[in-house]
C-alpha cells in the first residue's frame, strides 16, 4: 500500500472522524491520538465493538466477491466507506481489465488519500460527494461515465445509512441511487442494529444499552450520531430491489461458513443484505423515484 508515502493534509483535529475510528478498531494505521482514545473509551463501554467492526468488514469482503465470482460484476462504486487501506476493494477487482472503482467521500482526510490512489492506478477514480445530497455524487462526470453504457455495477454502502434517523427522507435519498443503477446491479448494505436480541434477558439488555450508548458517542459538531434500525426497516428502505439470499441478515451470518458456533448472530450489532436491481421496475420503484427526484436535482 501507499500509506507510507503520504502526506495528510492539515485538518481539524477537535472531533474524532468516523474513517479513522473504522481504520483503528480495523487494526489500520491512520488514527490518530483523538481516535485511538475514542475507541478505546468505546470499547470499554462495549467490548465486543472491535469484533463488530471486524464482522461487517468479512461480510463486505464476501459479498464483494460473490458480486465479482457470481455475478460477473467488476465495477464498484463505494459511498462514505472510509479509508480502504485495511481492506481496499479495488484488490478484488483491479486484476480484471474491466475493473473498476469509484470511491465517494465527503471526508477531507479520506478525499486526500483516495486522490493518491487513483494517482497510482488508472482503474480507481475518486469523488468528492456526499451520500445525502445525490447529485453531487450522480451528476459528477466520473459517475455519469460509470453508469452511461448500462452495464450493471454494485453499489457498497458500508456504515452510511446508520447516519440518518429519518427513514423516509433515507429511502427518498436511496431511491436517487437505485433509480439510476443499470438492471443488474447489485447493491451491499449495512445497518447497525439490535434486532434479535432479548431483553428479557439481562446480558442482552445490558448489550442494547451498551450499543445505544456508542452510537450517541458518533456525535459531534461534524459528525452525525449513529441510528439503529430493525430487519424490517432496513427492508422498508429496500423495497424496490430483490433481496438475495439468505436476505436481510447479520454480518456475522451472510454467506458465511466458518461462523463461529459459540456466538449468536444476533451479537454481530449490525445487519447485511445484498440486493439486485429488477429488470423490471416495481410500481413502488418508480414512485419512490418520484418522490426523490427533488432530492436528485443537480
Request: hydrophobic fraction near 40%; glycine fraction near 6%; include cysteine.
Amino acid at each position: 500500500m501507499v500509506a507510507h508515502q503520504w502526506e495528510p493534509p492539515e485538518l481539524c483535529t477537535c472531533c474524532a472522524s468516523p474513517a479513522r475510528i473504522k481504520d483503528c478498531f480495523l487494526n489500520g494505521g491512520q488514527a490518530w491520538e483523538i481516535e485511538k482514545s475514542w475507541c478505546a473509551n468505546a470499547a470499554r463501554i462495549m467490548p465486543s465493538l472491535p469484533r463488530v467492526y471486524s464482522e461487517e468488514r468479512e461480510f463486505v469482503r464476501r459479498a464483494i466477491r460473490f458480486a465479482v465470482q457470481e455475478r460477473d460484476i467488476h465495477r464498484f462504486l463505494t459511498i462514505g466507506g472510509g479509508l480502504p487501506d485495511t481492506e481496499p476493494m479495488d484488490d478484488y477487482v483491479l486484476p480484471f481489465t474491466s475493473g473498476q472503482v469509484v470511491y465517494a467521500d465527503k471526508d477531507r482526510y479520506v478525499l486526500a488519500y483516495l486522490d493518491l490512489l487513483a494517482s497510482e492506478h488508472d482503474q480507481i477514480d475518486c469523488v468528492r460527494g456526499d451520500f445525502h445530497v445525490p447529485g453531487t455524487i450522480l451528476f459528477t462526470d466520473v459517475i455519469e461515465d460509470l453508469l452511461s453504457d448500462g452495464t450493471p455495477i454494485c453499489l457498497v454502502l458500508n456504515g452510511v445509512l446508520d447516519a440518518t434517523d429519518d427513514t423516509e427522507a433515507l429511502a427518498a435519498t436511496l431511491g436517487c441511487y437505485t433509480e439510476r443503477l443499470p438492471p443488474g446491479s447489485l447493491m451491499i448494505a449495512t445497518h447497525a442494529t439490535v434486532d434479535g436480541l432479548d431483553t428479557d434477558n439481562t446480558a442482552d439488555l445490558a448489550l442494547v444499552g451498551q450499543m445505544r450508548q456508542v452510537c450517541q458517542l458518533f456525535r459531534t459538531p461534524h459528525w452525525p450520531q449513529r441510528h439503529l434500525r430493525t430487519a424490517e426497516e432496513l427492508g422498508h428502505l429496500l423495497r424496490g430491489l430483490d433481496l438475495l439470499e439468505p436476505g436481510i441478515t447479520f454480518t456475522a451470518n451472510w454467506a458465511n461458513p466458518r461462523r463461529a458456533g459459540d456466538r449468536r448472530p444476533a451479537e454481530s450489532l449490525c445487519l447485511a443484505a445484498v440486493a439486485a436491481v429488477p429488470s423490471l421496475r416495481t410500481a413502488y420503484a418508480s414512485v419512490a423515484g418520484v418522490r426523490a427526484s427533488g432530492r436528485c436535482a443537480r
